[in-house]
């Protein structure tokens, strides 16, 4: 059997995320973002506490042994996302083919006893940069936890993923080949002097988005150029989460003391002439920075955070589909010049675009 044959039906099972200090990563996601604990482990190498939100289930590991391969992973990149776990039906079969289409085998199937949700095979194999794929296939349904009260984020809607220049073609040749996954969207984005290339990659379940970007080299150096600077090579920008109303979770994130990029008020000056509001008033969108684009199947409402990391290396987004299917062309560009604003420490649009 192929690699798409044997990889339709791929979802998220979780996210594991190097952290320096597990307490103070924790508090930070059961403080600002509502999850709540799953679970916790202990070997002689890793403590991690797994936390959960309606679908979302994060995995937040500390090294304390040289031989767990967070630690290397820490000291290069910081923490950050190092595993985006792939839940499929069939693990041996979805390895073997991912392998014999070219896929690095980090580790060989394997069968276990998973505490809090019983017995799982596992295996690993390489995907971007420092980043894996466990592939995990359990006898249970999918674990949901409770909704994170009125922050409620829903799940996850697509990781940005940064790669080096050059490398944005065999990125999604690899994961066409070995994974089954599709093109859905591809974008030239020019901001002022800087460039970036951007194709979108969803698995056949459609379960599963990787927004993938490089920069343009025969433009100036940008956010995606200090990323890869700053990070020490490719790895995820950002996870967008899904929610049913962006505009309440935006408010009570900000209340819990998650912060978002601001928005100048001349975005909401000409959204109106380019949209007609369905769901929220422009008064509700320029409020909270809010952002809003629309494509055939209807609109769409995103945010970013701003970056808390020590080397601005990861931030989440905050979208909310309101039919949309697409990433929203004039969206990508006003998102990219918010966070060319929080890089350069600017105030309006127009200085980025300079």
């Known amino acids: 059997m192929t690699a798409k044959e044997n990889t339709k039906d791929f979802e998220i099972d979780y996210v594991e995320m190097y952290v320096d200090n597990l307490e103070v990563a924790v508090s930070g996601w059961l403080g600002k973002y509502a999850f709540t604990v799953a679970g916790t482990d202990r070997s002689a190498d890793h403590r991690s506490v797994t936390l959960r939100q309606r679908s979302i289930t994060l995995v937040l590991t500390e090294p304390i042994s040289d031989r767990h391969p967070g630690a290397a992973y820490l000291q290069t990149h910081g923490e950050g996302v190092a595993d985006i776990a792939l839940r499929t039906t069939d693990v041996v079969a979805a ?24 017995p799982v095979v596992t295996a690993t194999i390489g995907g971007f940069g420092d980043v894996v794929h466990t592939l995990v ?3 249970g349904e999918a674990a949901s ?10 799940g996850i809607d697509h990781f940005a993923v940064c790669l080096t220049a050059g490398d944005l073609g065999p990125t ?3 994961y066409e080949r070995a994974l089954g996954f599709r093109q859905i969207f591809e974008e030239h984005i020019v901001v002022g002097a800087q460039a970036m290339n951007s194709t979108v990659v969803q698995s056949a379940s459609g379960a599963v988005t990787l927004t993938l970007i490089e920069p343009d080299t025969r433009a100036n150096p940008g956010q995606i150029d200090d990323f890869l600077k700053e990070h020490h090579g490719p790895g995820v920008q950002h996870i967008a989460f899904n929610s049913n109303d962006a505009v309440q979770a935006v408010r009570a994130l900000s209340r819990r003391g998650v912060e978002f990029l601001k928005t100048p008020g001349a975005y909401y000056d000409l959204l109106g ?16 920075n809010v952002l809003a684009d629309e494509d055939h199947g209807g609109q769409l409402f995103q945010i970013f955070t701003a970056s808390t990391h020590p080397r601005h290396t ?8 309101q039919g949309a299917g697409t990433f929203g062309s004039s969206n990508i560009k006003a998102l990219y010049e918010a966070v060319e604003l929080e890089r350069t420490g600017q105030s309006e649009f127009g200085a980025a675009r300079r």
């Open 95 to 118: 390895f073997d083919a991912a392998v014999r289409a070219g896929a690095d085998p980090v580790r060989e199937p394997e069968r276990r006893v998973d505490a809090e949700r019983g």
């Open 137 to 139: 296939q359990r006898e």
């Open 145 to 154: 936890g409770p909704g994170g009260a009125d922050v409620d984020l829903l």
């Open 172 to 174: 999604v040749a690899y």
């Open 273 to 288: 002439e380019r949209i007609t509001l369905q769901t929220h008033t422009l008064d509700d969108l320029r409020s909270t």
């Open 314 to 321: 990861i931030f989440f987004e905050v979208i909310e589909r």
